[in-house]
């Protein structure tokens, strides 16, 4: 066989050995989007830094507003179906960028309603795509802990850059997956 032959045998052979890890990721593929159809997720986001000026319902911060706006990015992929915040400026402002950019209107719910209610409504409400929820130091981690069924660090009064990513089966027989995560 001359060296032409040998390359296109080598070459055969690679093709044939490589056939069926292709077939596995294309399996892969499929599996990824029909779970992705099946599950919610539930990403939950302290409000941007708050303005000194009103004690009681202070606008965002420059910097909050900044933070703000760079949640349609963080957001972008992902298949938003709903935006939840508490009815304080500061939560709404925050959501407002990325309601605007999804044509996408702000539900409004109670921050000093039981964690666990409201986490059982998104589950309820929600059965697929992503479910944005703003809120505040004291109520994003209790939210996030009732949706995973787990123990959720508090959250400082000085902190603004963690928030919460949880995947959920859309039957709601499990909890939630957590993920905690830096913005």
Sequence with gaps: ????????????????????????????????????????TFVLVRHG????????????????AARAGRLVGLLEDEPLAAIYATGFRRT???????????????????????????????????RSGTVLVVGHSNTVPAIAAALCACTVAPMPESEYGRYFRLVAPADGAQPAQLQVLSW
Excluded at 93 to 114: E, H, K, N, Q, W
């Design 92 to 126: 709404q402002d925050t959501a407002a960028p990325i309601a605007r950019a999804r044509s996408l209107a702000v539900s409004t719910y109670d921050a000093r309603g039981p964690a666990e209610q409201f986490a059982e409504r998104l589950r309820r409400d929600h």
């Design 1 to 40: 066989m001359d060296t032409r032959a040998r390359l296109v045998a080598l070459l055969a052979v690679a093709c044939v050995g490589l056939m069926p890890a292709c077939a596995h990721r294309a399996g892969e593929a499929t599996a990824t989007a029909t779970t992705s159809a099946t599950t919610t």
């Design 49 to 64: 830094e708050k303005a000194a000026s009103d004690p009681v319902d202070p606008p965002l911060a420059p910097a909050g």
